[in-house]
Structure formats: C-alpha cells, structure tokens
C-alpha cells in the first residue's frame, strides 16, 4: 500500500486521497467522502464517476492545475477525493439512539453551516446537551473535516452525524415520525424562552450570512426569535445553537 495516496494534510484540513486506483477503492469499499475533483479531459475514470454518483458523492470538475496544486504525491492521475475525518451515521442511528436513552428525541439541523469551525462548535455543544444526533447536507455545507473535530473537542466521538442530499425532504420525513421542528430567525414572532420545547424536537440552525433557506423555513413547525438586548442584532449559527440547546435542556430539567 502507497501511504502517500491517502494521507491528511493541514492545508485541506481533510484526508486527500489521489490516483484513479486509490479514488475507486475508497468509493468501493464505503469510505465516507465529502467530494471528489477530477480535471476536464482525463480518460478511464468513468467508473469513478459512476461509483460516486451511486454513493451520493458530490463531484466537481476543475482544472488541472488544480489538482497539480493540492497533491502531495505527484501522481493523482486527474482525480483526487477529499475523505472525511470521520465516519457518517444515518438518520435511522440517530433515531435508534433516542429511543435507546428512553429521552425525547433532541436533533440538530444544521443547514449550510460551512464555517467548520461552527459546524465543530455546534457538535460541541450539541452533545454536551444530550442532543441525539446532528444532520448535515451534503452540499453547501462543511463535511466532518479534521478542524471539525478538533473544534468539537472529542465530541464528535460520543455523538452520531448523519449526512443527507435534501434538507427539506429529512425535515419532512422526520415531522412523519413525531418530531416538531423548530427553526430560528431574525423578527419570528415566537420567543424561544416562551417556547415549550420539551417534546421531541429537531433544532434548526441556519447558515452564517443568510439563515435557513426558504424551503427550510417552510418545513418548520415554530420559527423563534433569540431575544437581543444589546446593540448587537444577531449571533453566528454557533452561539444561536448553544442558546437554543441549553434553553432546551432547561425547560427538560423543570420539575
């Protein structure tokens, strides 16, 4: 085995994995991987391309100076994947983890958080509030990179997340099961301190700059507004995910 084809970089803050060979046994053998980047003209990788589109991989054609740019080996023979730092659970593991503690249900979705040390944050604080699980997508969003758990400080050991293709359609199928869905943003009439979120709930955090997008928002049951007092109108996605998490695990608490 050649360890200069698969091998973590600081500089991509992910696992690189380069060469046509290397990519295909990856996607074969069920490595979790966030993208692959293949450059324009490159011959026999079509299996390659036909491997990640039946994973769900996301696939991006590119330049090849670019692909010369980021290898380390010298050898990515115009393809290269960008593997997670850690393994994916599913929807169905998160779930089955709830019912398991025999507590309500407590998801966090976070929707195109691509800030990772947010996404790192937010595990974080996620677990450390007896969150079940965290759901991410799968475009537009950071994946579970090596900044990603260094960020969470080891909790992204102890808690699942379940990487899924349509935000909106989990939502839905999650609201099937039971779950209420709760989102935040600016000017919501609901007040997230007036809010009984004791039931079982899917937390929604929306991006950085923009807040959930419009389907999103559709598919919540509540939208909350985080009270301000200060000058400051807003708080990035993680600080507005502790807030909610831990107004959650007080109304839990309640006797």
Not at 55 to 71: E, I, M, N, P, T
Not at 137 to 160: M, Q, W, Y
Not at 203 to 212: H, N, P, W
Request: glycine share 8%; aromatic share 4%.
């Amino acid at each position: 085995m050649n360890n200069n084809k698969f091998k973590k970089f600081d500089d991509s803050d992910n696992y690189i994995i380069e060469g046509r060979n290397s990519v295909f046994e990856a996607l074969r053998t069920g490595r979790a991987v966030d993208k692959i980047l293949y450059s324009e003209g490159d011959k026999n990788i079509s299996h390659i391309l036909a491997a990640a589109k039946q994973a769900g991989v996301v696939v991006s054609k590119c330049d090849r100076r670019k692909l010369d740019s980021l290898s380390r080996s010298g050898a990515h023979q115009g393809v290269m994947a960008f593997a997670a730092a850690h393994e994916y659970s599913t929807v169905d593991d998160i779930l089955k983890y709830a019912e398991s503690t025999g507590r309500p249900p407590l998801i966090v979705v976070c929707d195109e958080i691509s800030d990772p040390h947010n996404l790192g944050a937010i595990i974080r604080s996620a677990e450390a509030a007896g969150a079940h699980g965290v759901i991410i997508p799968k475009r537009r969003n950071a994946g579970l990179t090596a900044v990603v758990a260094k960020v969470s400080s080891g909790a992204l050991e102890h808690i699942p997340v379940a990487r899924v293709s349509n935000i909106p359609t989990t939502l839905s199928e999650l609201k099937k099961r039971g779950l209420w869905v709760y989102g935040t943003g600016l000017g919501a009439a609901a007040d997230i301190y007036k809010t009984d979120l004791r039931g079982p709930a899917v937390i929604v955090i929306g991006s950085e700059g923009d807040g959930m997008g419009r389907l999103v928002t559709e598919c919540c049951d509540v939208v909350m507004n985080i009270p301000m007092l200060g000058k400051t109108q807003s708080l990035n996605a993680s600080a507005a995910a502790a807030v909610v998490l831990f107004e959650t695990v007080r109304q839990r608490l309640e006797k």
